[in-house]
Nanobody, 127 residues
């Protein structure tokens, strides 16, 4: 069973930065596509960013493009989300997700495409 544990959330002022981390268990981290999603109160969970199994390909939601950066360290079984120029509308619980890579796609943007999820970390951006 793959387990994912997020950390790094907190309270930050608008314009500030945070770096989220997600450590995964298991010996097949390098063979997994990883993603970040977020859910604000009263809204559905939405895609934020994804990264291919080797880190060579990344994809972002339009709302975070140019401000957020997803990266991974396969030696540490960890995926990161660097968030800069934060806005109040970025306030949400952020979740990391994982699934095995296959030849069909380098990344995935839909919740149902991911098999394993973390418990989430709260990010609050004050105005």
């Amino acid at each position: 069973q793959v387990q994912l544990v997020e950390s790094g959330g907190g309270l930050v002022q608008a314009g500030g930065s945070l770096r989220l981390s997600c450590v995964t268990s298991g010996r097949t981290f390098g063979g997994k596509v990883l993603g970040w999603f977020r859910q604000a109160p009263g809204t559905e969970r939405e895609f934020v960013a994804a990264i291919s199994w080797n880190g060579g390909i990344t994809h972002y939601a339009d709302s975070v493009k140019g401000r957020f950066t997803i990266s991974r360290d396969n030696a540490k079984n960890t995926v990161y989300l660097q968030m800069n120029s934060l806005k109040p509308e970025d306030t949400a619980v952020y979740y990391c997700a994982a699934r095995p890579a296959n030849s069909g796609s380098h990344y995935y943007t839909e919740q149902y495409e991911y098999y394993n999820w973390g418990q989430g970390t709260q990010v609050t951006v004050s105005s």
